[in-house]
Each structure stands twice: as structure tokens, then as C-alpha cells.
């Protein structure tokens, strides 16, 4: 096989492998997204399910721009533990009164997902207002996202991955491996949507609970690490024809088990939170009637997915590109390698 050949056939085989395992890793930020749906009031829930497909598939577009959008990335965490202990209780909710006390350069080093959820609100609502399907359906699936993320409790930490106390991996087991393994038995019945009055309030309320939730999801992984050893800890799964390094399934059993709902319960807080938002932003905007929107003539948008030159130099997370991937011994696009060789 000649030298362009062989090239031609890696990147084939590459595309195949990669592009199979694209959606893997975003299971539950896509059943976020899709299950805030069936909470909608009739008046919303015709439209929303007639882009159910795109809300689903969308729900993951925020993370594929981190790598290429300056000023992507901050918007998904806080990292709370930076601004002291009682950060939590004692940092101000409001953006200016934030950027009054530690600057704008600061928050945004560490994070801005409560104002990022707080901003998109108002463009959803203005969305809303000028009846744009294509900016609702746009806003309404990256919202979705936004919300996702400020419950996830290792998205309010600098220890974000576990990487300062010998924890690597510990950002993917959390919100990829665990609800891909138990969101199957988890209660997705979770009522109607409701108005929220306060969303910037909410939006902290959410990195609040996660953030009270840190210590178990890093300490149970602890403890159970010392008891299981990494042989024990670690097993390796086939994935498109690749032998890759996973937590083993015994390990993700009892780490769940000790958690004991709380995924299933960050889950449906977000699905909640999603669902409010969408139905706060159409009362605000006057109750548009969507179905009257429905039957005009829009395309849902899309969004270029080819990257461009080099990858941001942003903390690593599930999403990027394929073109950006690196390869190892143990596949790529596999979350856990991910992280790695992002790193
Ligand atoms: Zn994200």
C-alpha cells in the first residue's frame, strides 16, 4: 500500500471509529434536553416535539464549541473553592456586584455558568418575542446544556477531574459512565413545569446543590479506590473493535450505590430546571403561539462542526472535534483518553 493510500484508509477507519463513538459520551446532557420536553404545557409541548430529535441531538453543541470559540468555555462551570470556603454563601449574584469585587478577567479564569444561564434566559425570551423558531430551537437546546452543566458538582470545583488529588477520571466517570450504566432504572417522572420568577436565584440554587454535593462524589471514589485497588478498579471494555480502559462495572456499582441517587437526582433537577426555563421564557415573552410558529416555513440551524487551525488552550471535556482527537494505544474518542491526551 502506497504512502497515500495507507493515509486515506487510517483516516477512514479513524472517521468510522470516531464518529460512532461521537455521541457516546453525551448520553446524558441529549436525555436532559429530551425528557424536559414531555414537561412542557400543551400549548409548548406540539412544537418542542416536533424538534424533539434537534433538542436531543443539539444538546451537546456548546461542548463542541469549547474548543474553538474564545470565551466558550468559562460559561460551563464555577469553580467555586477558588473564592474561598463560604464562596458558596458569600459571593454576590449578581454580575456586576461580582465583577465589582473580584473583576470580569477573574470570573471568567473561573467560571461563569450561573450568569451564562441567567444571560441565555433573556436571549431565549427575546427569541420568544420575535417569533424566531430557528433562535428558539438554537437557544432553547444550548440553554438546556448551560443548565445541565451547573448541576453536574464537579463543574463547580478547580478539582475538576480530580487532577489535584490523584483522582483523573473522575469528571467522565461521574456524568458519562454512570448515568450510562444506571440512567436506565432512574424515575423520569417528574411533573409539570413551572414559572420561575427569580432565574439568576435558580441558577445558584443549582451550583449550590451541586457544590454541597462534591465532597461525597470525591471521597466515596476515595475510599472505594482503597478498597477495590486498581486492579479491581479498572477493567477493559471492546469499543469499535479497541480495548479500552474503563472503571470496571463492580466499581461503578458500588460507587453509585454509595452515592446513592444522587446522579439520578442532579439529573432531575436538571431536567426540571430545563423545562422551567423554556416555559418562563415563552410566559415572559407573552405566550407566543407556537403552534401558529410551527406551521410557518424556517430551518432548524446549523452549526459548522469542522475545526479550524489549532484547539483552544482550554481544560479538556468531552466534544472535541474529531479533527482535534489524539490517538493512543487505547483508541480515541474514548472519554478517559480523552482527558488524557488533551491534557
Ligand atoms: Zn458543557
Known sequence: MNRSLAFISTWLLCSLICSSAQSWGFYAHQRINRYAVFLLPTEMIGFYKKHIQFITEKAVNPDKRRYAVVGEAERHYIDLDVYGDSALYKMPRRWEDAVARYTEDTLRTYGIVPWQINRMKYQLTEAFRRRDAAEILRLSADLGH???????????????????????????????????????????????????????????????????????????????????????????????????????????????????????????????????????????????????????????????????????????????????????????????TAWANAR
Open 146 to 336: 448551560y443548565i445541565g452543566d451547573a448541576n453536574v458538582p464537579l463543574h463547580t470545583t478547580e478539582n475538576y477531574n480530580g487532577q489535584k488529588t490523584g483522582q483523573n477520571g473522575i469528571h467522565g466517570f461521574w456524568e458519562s459512565r454512570l448515568p450510562e450504566l444506571f440512567a436506565d432504572q432512574y424515575n423520569f417522572f417528574i411533573g409539570r413545569a413551572s414559572y420561575e420568577a427569580h432565574p439568576l436565584m435558580r441558577a445558584w440554587q443549582a451550583v449550590g446543590e451541586a457544590h454541597v454535593a462534591l465532597d461525597s462524589v470525591l471521597g466515596f471514589e476515595r475510599e472505594l479506590t482503597l478498597r477495590f485497588g486498581d486492579d479491581r478498579k479498572y477493567s477493559y471494555e471492546t469499543r469499535n473493535g479497541l480495548n479500552v480502559r474503563v472503571y470496571s462495572k463492580e466499581f461503578a456499582a458500588a460507587y453509585h450505590q454509595m452515592l446513592a441517587g444522587q446522579v439520578e437526582r442532579r439529573m432531575r433537577a436538571s431536567i426540571k430546571m430545563v423545562a422551567d426555563f423554556w416555559f418562563t421564557c415563552w410566559v415572559d415573552a407573552g405566550q407566543p403561539d407556537l403552534n401558529e410558529l410551527g406551521r410557518q416555513t424556517y430551518v432548524e440551524p446549523s452549526e459548522p462542526e469542522a475545526p479550524q487551525g489549532e484547539p483552544l488552550p482550554v481544560r479538556p471535556h468531552e466534544g472535541m472535534p474529531f479533527g482535534w482527537r489524539k490517538f493512543n494505544a487505547q483508541g480515541c474518542c474514548y472519554w478517559e
